[in-house]
């Protein structure tokens, strides 16, 4: 069984910085990715970015630089720098892990997700 736990949500005002982290435990894969997508109330679950087993990233289109994906291998963690967040950031955030090669954007082709973590930014 594979779990993932996020944290480092939290509130803060437009134009601040925050990096989530998102730590895997239990069974390992030979190859893998990892990606983050965040949620809104009233909206569909959305892609933000993605890291695989060899640190290789796909991002996604709309990011435009403001996002930056990476990984601790060591502690099996990986990150979300967000940068210059806006009110229209506000979302609850979520690692997904699918086991396999091929990056994916579609929440349906990840098989395990965490809780999520609540970021809120204020105007």
């Known amino acids: 069984q594979v779990q993932l736990v996020e944290s480092g949500g939290g509130l803060v005002q437009a134009g601040d910085s925050l990096r989530l982290s998102c730590t895997a435990s239990?069974?390992?894969?030979?190859?893998?990715?990892m990606a983050w997508f965040r949620q809104a109330p009233g909206k569909e679950r959305e892609f933000l970015g993605s890291?695989?087993?060899?640190?290789?990233?796909v991002y996604g289109d709309f990011v435009k630089d403001r996002f930056t994906i990476s990984a601790d291998n060591d502690k099996n963690t990986m990150f979300l720098q967000m940068n210059s967040l806006a009110p229209d950031d506000t979302a609850i955030y979520y690692c997904?892990?699918?086991?396999?090669?091929?990056?994916?954007?579609?929440?349906?082709?990840?098989?395990?997700w965490g809780q999520g973590t609540q970021v809120t930014v204020s105007s």
């Open positions: 239990g069974r390992t894969f030979y190859s893998y990715v």
């Open positions: 997904a892990m699918r086991q396999g090669s091929v990056f994916k954007r579609d929440p349906g082709d990840y098989t395990y």
């Open positions: 890291i695989n087993w060899a640190d290789r990233t």
